[in-house]
């Protein structure tokens, strides 16, 4: 079964019973922390390389308020699971750790059952994300994050600003986004082509999730429909402060080149469409905006691609008959002016083919 059939057919009732044959817990139910406010989520997998960091970051935090860990490891095959195992050992009071009988993710290709269960695991109000290769940078984050929620009960969810780290860079660190002067987001901000929040930065109330829809277990990023079904409820406040660190991993399935490029555009158009109905016409101008911001961009990197024919056929793959037909009715739009300015240029059209 290829990988967009996998998702179609994914159900509720098939993931969790993914979830409950493939998860074991790791805690010592006598030694947690009883009635924690908050929960940390850490998703991992095959992170070696930076979960100390990460968890690190987690521990170090210092908070009022009693909070738990929940560290989710996917069955990585690189060492995490002895290092997280290792963190619950010294923290008993406060890491709860789900591993994996067999990879979750070998069976929708994405984290979204990971995900789904970490946040099932949560006792706490609240509920924080982090990857297991990111990491925080500001010790009292979660204090801050807690109190602007505990005293304005309108928000749903608050944010804060995160530096990019890439390797290979020459400036290795940079702000990820950069919103000037805008400190309150409602959910039409939310809904946007661009990813105005990092997951590294999100803190919700847990009531915002306690029913998913169901085809928010085929999303390839679980944040955008986080995000938007959040903001649904209320909207988010930013705190205009770098305290978190998105590391730009080669290695990370965000990054993969099946999930950039044309893939990238096609993902986001099919996420917008089923947000957009399952809300049924709620900020549906910006939902359709989105979209339509999405069908433009696949239009100039299908332009680039060397195989097109492929493109073709996984824009029939991923998304539904109405959105197909609107791409291809622009692919071949396309495809005729090309066409057009070929005849009326030739020379250029033989220069091109020449490099």
């Known amino acids: 079964m290829n990988f967009i059939s996998k998702q179609k057919y994914l159900t509720w009732e098939k993931a969790n019973h993914l979830i409950t044959s493939f998860t074991e817990e790791l805690y010592f139910p006598d030694k947690l922390i009883p009635q924690p406010i908050l929960s940390v989520c850490i998703i991992t997998y095959n992170h070696s390389l930076f979960i100390k960091q990460a968890v690190e970051s987690v521990i170090t935090q210092k908070t009022n308020y009693p909070f738990e860990i929940i560290i989710a490891d996917d069955n990585s095959v690189d060492g995490t699971t002895d290092i997280v195992t290792e963190y619950q050992r010294l923290y008993p009071e406060r890491i709860k750790i789900l591993l994996s009988k067999d990879n979750l993710g070998k069976y929708t290709n994405n984290g979204r059952l990971n995900m789904i269960r970490s946040m099932r695991a949560c006792r706490g109000k609240y509920i924080a994300l982090l990857e297991g290769d990111d990491y925080w940078t500001d010790i009292h984050k979660l204090q801050q994050q ?159 691609s060397s195989n097109k024919w492929k493109a073709i056929k996984t824009v029939f793959h991923r998304l539904d008959t109405y959105d197909s037909l609107i791409l291809m009715f622009r692919i071949i739009s396309f495809g005729i002016a090309k066409l057009i300015s070929n005849i009326k240029h030739p020379r250029n059209y033989i220069n091109s083919k020449q490099h």
């Open 146 to 304: 807690l109190d602007y929620l505990e005293h304005h009960n309108e928000y749903s969810g608050i944010f804060h600003d995160t530096m990019q780290y890439t390797e290979n860079d020459i400036n290795k660190f940079k702000p990820w986004r950069e919103h000037e002067n805008k400190l309150d987001f409602e959910l039409r901000d939310i809904i946007s082509p661009m990813t105005k929040i990092h997951t590294s930065s999100f803190m919700f109330r847990k009531n915002n999730i306690l029913e998913l829809p169901e085809f928010f277990l085929c999303t390839q990023s679980g944040d955008i429909p986080l995000f938007v079904l959040s903001a649904v409820n209320g909207p988010f406040r930013r705190i205009p402060r770098f305290m978190s660190v998105y590391r730009k991993n080669p290695l990370s399935m965000t990054n993969s080149p099946e999930t950039q490029g044309y893939n990238l555009n096609l993902y986001r158009i099919q996420t917008h469409r089923w947000l957009l109905n399952y809300l049924k016409g709620i900020e549906s101008n910006k939902f359709n905006e989105t979209i339509q911001s999405h069908r433009n961009a696949f239009i100039k990197t299908f332009a680039s």
